[in-house]
């Protein structure tokens, strides 16, 4: 009859380990999948914040134009900001995720005008 507390532990240690080997394995299955987040999201990049200074030269006859390129390329068209505003008719002409393009029609003014820039997006893989 003294043998049948050895029964018990057994089973009450063959238990506990099966229980904890079931919850590793339904974490694992059920966990988030590799790339997302804890929510099941697909995990986001951390952004890129690139900023500079554009010179846009005076228009003459026609409208002058400036390509400004990123030093490194976004994925897609970033977040694009003028800290201190867009000055003397200069306006975003075009907008890629490489670069964009101020165009500027003023034909009276200084010979050219900066512009503060500010990029805000997802890194090209």
């Not at 240690?13 to 999948?33: D, F, R, W």
């Amino acid at each position: 009859m003294q043998a049948t507390w050895r029964i018990y532990l057994v089973s009450a240690v063959l238990s506990c380990a099966v229980a904890a080997a079931t919850a590793l394995v339904t974490i694992h299955i059920a966990g988030p999948a590799k790339g997302t987040d804890a929510g099941g999201n697909p995990a986001v990049s951390p952004t890129v914040v690139l900023e500079g200074v554009a010179k846009v030269p005076c228009a003459g006859e026609k409208p002058a134009e400036l390509d400004v390129f990123y030093k490194t390329p976004f994925a897609s068209p970033p977040y694009l900001t003028f800290p201190d505003g867009l000055r003397e008719s200069c306006v975003v002409a075009d907008q890629k995720a490489t670069s964009f393009k101020l165009r500027r029609t003023a034909t009276a003014g200084t010979s050219y005008v900066e512009v503060k820039w500010h990029a805000e997006g997802q890194p090209a893989k």
